[in-house]
């Protein structure tokens, strides 16, 4: 055990005053609590009463900086960082460390003045303005060199700072530009890929509509409507390209920073506009922003899909991750900005650690006096008082002080792994077929039985190492190179059991239709393929090992074309096509088995099929018998396993324990736990 836990199970019963010095990385304790600050907006002569408050609420890290580019360098050159130590020196004293964010989502007005051409320029030629955020060129060289200089200076400066544990390069990533200079940058990835043009032909198949290129920089430059390999192309392009603009800022940051300051960026969930995966690699961790609801109403709190998406970010470094941002129970972004109800900013919170987060951060601490976000929750008030939900964030800060010791070094550990392709949602949502196909919607039908029944679920990319998964699931590949093929292959062959959603295997790695029938790669292997796909535009009956229930939006007939391939469920009559067709085709391969689901099954129908799958791999539940609506985590390491319930509910329920178990919040032993509307429990085994 590090020194670390000593001083965080002493914090819990000590009062602050008896730290000796500020808060620094190695005294930070293990689960943080933190919120965005923004003192550039405030007077000096206000931060102390500001994190005074953050104190008592047990905020042990504030991020600080994003935003602040004019604070920083108010003209070209001008460099201003004296507020900025002042506010990190003072946080320190109040035992609150800090992550640096870089502030360049928001270019001062003097540098789009300057250098227009560092302005984006969007899909139909439109460039942004000053004002709002987020205006810049990802390509453009001049603002990367100015991006370059001010990171850097801000390592120059910090780098070395006690209380600086992280760096968040830039604000959620998010638009590209297609400005000329981005444009130039794609023919010239293009060319570099595909070497000739006529290979670029070949692939992109483009004597279709006479789309021939004889050069490169013939190539148009879109996000919709246009060859599916362009589009497919134009998106991993993105992706480099945000890698790029990334390791820009980290070339700036490295050679001046502690190797313990970490380099991240706060990403956004299910957002689709590049990969992931790929970004990460330059990362150290992933962070994440945790904002709940679609964009109707602020309080359709999914708990399930709330999870999916922490299981998500996990997997992009397949480690513990930080919710850089989450709401103080409400946004102000929505169509209706309603609120979480009071307890759910805790149940949220405590989710977060269940599933991995090491800290949560609440974005933000206090109200803007003005600005875009005047209407957002916020932990105090314009006033400098504590809003309502201030306490509530106080009891989970407090909860986190408890159960660090018991926190540091677990996380959670899964059997069961889903599958998550960007290439594949690409793909899928440049050409749905039918509105109704939402790629995330489809891999959350997947995934929500697996979460309810194994209690733990991982979401990882198509080439992360399965080897540890009895049961691993692919809700839509389908985009399937054969290298990812074979990869599946070898799990299939060395016992694993594979499960294929429906459109699996259409698509070779330039979006073009493979050669063989769906699952393309995987035909032989399966001993068995689609004869045809059909969006359905109503349920439609299907029955089988599993019983019997229905299939919506979308339905493959297949055809099992090995002796040793079985049909699992057949349609029943409907359009004709389907009557009678199979649906569901499975093949014991050794000790594994690899099983194709062609239909977009009823929920009812998902939940007994994963039973099935879970029960053959021989995974269990970590608490059985736990009522609906009480999520079980469980986190494990260095010797420890912690157990955290959660009562998604509106009513008490009661959860009996695998065994006696040490109640982290209320103190004792306990071998069954009452939980309270939204109550949660934390117990170490
Ligand atoms: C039109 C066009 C064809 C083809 C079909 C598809 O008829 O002329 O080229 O695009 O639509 O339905
Ligand atoms: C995002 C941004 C923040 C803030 C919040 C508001 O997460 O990163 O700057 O705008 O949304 O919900």
């Known amino acids: 055990m590090r020194f670390a836990s000593l001083v965080v199970a002493a914090a819990a019963v000590l009062s602050p005053l008896t730290f000796a010095q500020a808060t620094n990385y190695s005294d930070k ?328 987060a090491d800290t949560v951060e609440y974005w933000q601490w206090r109200a803007n006096r003005n600005g875009q976000e005047q209407y957002h929750g916020v932990l105090v008030g314009i006033d400098g008082r504590p809003a309502p939900v201030y306490a509530e964030i106080q009891q989970v800060g407090e909860e986190f002080n408890k159960t660090g010791a018991a926190l540091e070094g677990t996380s959670p550990h899964s059997y069961a792994a889903v599958i998550q392709s960007y290439d594949s949602r690409w793909a899928i949502e440049f050409q749905r077929h039918t509105v109704r196909y939402d790629p995330v919607t489809e891999l959350l039908a997947f995934y929500k039985p697996l979460r309810e029944q194994a209690q733990a679920v991982d979401i990882v990319s198509p080439d992360a190492p399965l080897d540890g998964y009895k049961v691993v699931v692919a809700p839509e590949l389908n985009v399937l190179p054969q290298a990812m093929a074979d990869h599946l292959i070898a799990y299939v062959k060395q016992g694993g059991h594979l499960v294929l959603g429906p459109r699996t295997g259409m698509k070779d790695e330039y979006n073009a239709l493979n050669p063989q029938r769906q699952p393309g790669p995987l035909v032989n292997l399966l001993g068995g393929s689609v004869t045809q796909f059909y969006a359905l535009d109503g349920k439609v009956p299907v029955s089988g090992a599993e019983g019997a229930g229905t299939a919506d939006i979308w339905a493959e007939t297949l055809e099992a074309t090995n002796p040793e391939t079985k049909v699992l469920m057949r349609y029943g009559a409907s359009n004709g096509w389907l009557d009678g067709q199979p649906a569901v085709l499975e093949r014991a391969v050794g000790k594994g088995t690899i099983t194709y689901v062609g239909a977009w099954l009823d929920p009812e129908l998902m939940s007994k099929f994963t039973a099935t799958w879970l029960k053959r791999a021989g995974v269990g539940p970590v608490v059985a018998n736990v009522p609906d609506g009480v999520e079980v985590c469980e986190r494990t390491g260095d010797g420890k396993t912690a157990l955290i319930l959660i009562n998604h509910n509106t009513t008490p329920e009661t959860v009996k324990l695998p065994g006696e178990m040490k109640d982290l919040l209320n103190g004792g032993q306990a071998s069954s736990v009452n939980l309270e509307k939204y109550g949660v429990a934390v117990l170490e085994r």
């Open 29 to 356: 304790p293990p689960i943080l609590l933190g919120a965005a600050w923004y003192p550039e907006q405030w007077p000096e002569s206000q931060w102390d009463a500001d994190l005074s408050l953050m104190e008592a609420a047990h905020i042990h890290v504030v991020r600080v900086g994003e935003f602040a580019w004019s604070t920083m360098e108010p003209t070209e050159g001008q460099y201003n960082f004296d507020w900025l130590e002042r506010a990190i020196d003072l946080a320190a004293k109040h035992h609150i460390c800090v992550v640096l964010g870089t502030p360049t989502a928001a270019p001062p007005a003097w540098l789009t003045e300057k250098y227009p051409e560092t302005l984006r320029v969007d899909e139909n030629g439109r460039r942004d303005e000053h004002g709002n955020r987020q205006q810049f060129s990802f390509a453009d060289e001049k603002y990367r060199e100015l991006a370059h200089d001010i990171a850097e200076r801000m390592a120059e400066r910090f780098g070395h700072n006690p209380n600086v544990v992280g760096w968040q390069l830039d604000n959620e990533y998010a638009n590209p530009s297609f400005d000329p200079e981005a444009k130039a940058q794609f023919h010239a990835w293009l060319k570099k890929k595909y070497g000739a043009i006529a290979n670029l032909n070949y692939h992109w198949a483009t004597a279709y509509w006479s789309q021939t290129y004889n050069d490169f920089d013939q190539i148009p430059v879109r996000e919709d409507e246009e060859n599916p390999a362009l589009l497919l192309d134009w998106k991993r392009f993105v992706t480099d390209t945000w890698v790029s603009y990334s390791e820009n800022q980290i070339s700036a940051i490295r050679p001046h920073a502690d190797p313990r300051q970490f380099i991240t960026t706060n990403t956004m969930g299910w957002f689709d506009g590049f990969d992931e995966y790929t970004l990460h690699k330059v990362l150290d961790i992933a962070a994440w922003d945790d904002y709940v609801g679609s964009f109707n109403s602020g309080n359709d709190y999914d708990y399930i899909e709330n999870g999916a998406r922490h299981d998500l970010t996990r997997g992009y470094k397949r480690k513990n991750f930080w919710v850089m941002e989450t709401e103080p129970a409400f946004v102000n972004w929505h169509r209706i900005n309603a609120p979480l109800n009071k307890g759910q900013v805790r149940d949220m919170a405590w989710q977060a650690i269940g599933h991995g």
